[in-house]
């Protein structure tokens, strides 16, 4: 994910919001983890509910802030 990341800001590339971004040529890209699914994915749950709110918090997706949001650290 940080390769990926790193080499679509670059160079005039512009992250914005829950994992996306614009690379230098203006192409949206959403940069998510594997996990990401598992950890926001029921939305009647407590623990995807605190996932999702971590989430919406971030630009580039920390997938261990999720986890720890999603276990109420």
């Known amino acids: 994910m940080d390769y990926y990341w790193e080499k679509l800001t ?3 590339g512009q992250e914005s919001v829950c994992g996306w971004l614009k690379d230098k040529y203006g192409l949206s890209w959403q940069i998510v983890p594997e ?3 598992k950890l926001v994915g029921d939305p009647t749950s407590e ?3 605190r996932a999702m709110k971590a989430m919406l918090q971030m630009k580039k997706i920390d997938i261990e802030s999720l986890k720890k949001a999603y276990e109420g650290r």
Request: aromatic share 0%.
């Open 10 to 12: 670059a160079d005039g």
């Open 35 to 37: 996990i990401l699914s």
């Open 47 to 49: 623990k995807s509910q």
